[in-house]
């Protein structure tokens, strides 16, 4: 568990895509964080690459790697318009459903994994299946529906 001054500080793990929804998941962690405390863990994770030969795949990894960066970049800022809200991030490579498991893991502070469900009509993601069906976490896991705007998160948050 985390500790700041002998008071429990929970950390909201959000995974970080480059999708639309995934900016709902970043707004409700930044606001509850906003007024709960705590930090906003933003997480990345790197397809490995599937070409190798020839210095490929280290160029694959480089621009996925900046793409990741800039994605992470793109976050923070948006979490810094809501206000003053600890960060970290995380970049790690793999399968991302295992990646997060890991990092859950190694982080007892973690209490909180926030996951953006899509607007369309092809139901849940594979991130949110695994999590709801098969997680072994201790954790919370909460899905925030794509649709959603900042003022019906605000109301929930």
């Known amino acids: 568990m ?7 500080r929970r950390k909201f793990l959000v995974f970080i895509d480059d999708s639309e929804e995934c900016d709902r998941a970043v707004t409700f962690a930044a606001y509850r964080t906003r007024r709960t405390g705590g930090t906003v863990v933003l997480m990345s994770v790197l397809e490995p690459p599937g070409f190798k030969g020839l210095g490929v795949e280290d160029v694959l990894r480089a621009e996925a790697l900046e793409e990741a960066e800039q994605n992470l ?7 810094a318009e809501i206000g003053a809200i600890k960060t970290e991030t995380v970049i790690r490579e793999g399968r991302p459903a295992d990646q997060i498991e890991a990092v859950i893991q190694q982080d007892p502070g973690i209490a909180i994994l926030v996951l953006a469900a899509a607007t369309n009509a092809e139901g849940p993601n594979a ?7 098969n997680s072994r976490l201790h954790v919370l896991v909460t899905v925030v529906p794509g649709s959603m705007s900042d003022e019906e998160i ?3 948050s």
């Open 2 to 8: 985390a500790e700041i001054d002998g008071e429990y």
């Open 73 to 79: 970049s793109k976050r923070l800022r948006r979490i």
């Open 127 to 133: 991130l949110i299946a695994h999590f709801a069906g």
């Open 154 to 156: 605000v109301a929930v």
